[in-house]
């Protein structure tokens, strides 16, 4: 496996679909499914070749098996917080430990980019991907946000934790 950034030649459709892919499985019952079953396969492309964020793919030889986003906070925030915008694997590499390597690699970024504390933002019906935030060292902040997605009000919670230096 090899985590590398996201660059100027690399496929940002590629990129797209494996959030396409995740968000298919991963939501399965949260967000509508007409909402998922007719999601564009280029949704993400605008994102990931915008500059707002930095973007990490993981690759398994040649086949691009995930991807984060990492970049400053969105939401009023204190000085020196990071944000982890997003973080998506393929669903046949789920439960192998790769999210917790990419996971590290995007806190790595933030570290570098001085960041002291990182923050994300996590549906608050996606119970899995709460459990390994939690697992790995994140706390629900208790900052809460209203979401509408495929018609469907959801909620999304803030989870935070230090950067160790």
């Known amino acids: ?14 990129v797209s679909r494996v959030y396409r892919a995740s968000w298919r499985a991963a939501y399965r019952g949260i967000v509508p499914q007409a909402f998922l079953d007719e999601m564009a396969e280029d949704r993400w492309c605008g994102f990931l070749t915008g500059g707002r964020a930095e973007s990490l793919l993981l690759l398994d030889g040649q086949r691009l098996a995930g991807t984060a986003a990492c970049g400053p906070a969105r939401q009023a925030a204190p000085q020196r917080r990071g944000e982890l915008i997003s973080l998506y694997l393929l669903p046949d590499y789920w439960g192998r430990g790769l999210g917790k390597a990419l ?14 504390e990182a923050a994300l933002w996590v549906l608050e019906e996606n119970r899995r991907a709460r459990a390994f935030y939690e697992r790995q060292g ?6 809460a946000l209203a979401d509408e997605i495929g018609g469907r009000q959801l909620r999304e ?3 935070a934790r230090r950067l160790e230096t």
């Not at 496996?1 to 590629?14: K, Q, S």
């Not at 994140?138 to 900052?143: K, L, V």
């Open 157 to 159: 919670l803030e989870y």
């Open 1 to 14: 496996m090899e985590i590398r950034r996201l660059g100027p030649g690399d496929d940002a459709l590629a």
């Open 138 to 143: 994140f706390s629900p902040t208790g900052a």
């Open 103 to 116: 996971l590290e690699a995007a806190l790595e970024r933030l570290r570098e980019m001085g960041c002291r």
